[in-house]
């Protein structure tokens, strides 16, 4: 519950417009809850991404599915203030390597809208290529495969 508050500001801001954003109070709880409630229906969901030295919340990383994702997506957001650090590329590498190794799982996406640059960068530095002929709930998305070669 600690990183509700964070993750709210988040959701209703404008930072929040690549993730269907901005959203109402209600919607971001169900979303949070969703992120937490993967674990117990699907094995996996998401994590806070917190900073090692100061244990400050800087984001979060997961991997969603269930009936509103065509495929297992790796995602992530890192809160204002934290980009640029690594932050982001640790968690998402360090749960993908997780996901292939304990989940067993063949492939992972990632749905990123076009205008986010940033995400895509990270996308391409994971490995993930484009993959056109990928279904996704958003057709303007991209998404961005990675495959298991553990």
Known sequence: MDDWP????LMVSPRSHFMGGPVS?????GIFC???AQWNLLGHGALMIVDRSSKHCVGQ????AGPFFPEH?????VYEGF???GYAYEAAETLKRWAFK?????TLVSYIDPENVKSCRLARRLHGTLDTDAPREDPEDLVFRYENDT
């Open 61 to 64: 990383v997961g991997i969603n």
């Open 25 to 29: 109070e209600r919607f971001a709880w």
């Open 6 to 9: 964070a993750y709210l500001n």
């Open 102 to 106: 304990e989940l067993r799982l063949p």
């Open 73 to 77: 997506e790796l995602g992530w957001f």
């Open 83 to 85: 980009e640029g650090n």
């Open 34 to 36: 969703h992120d937490v």
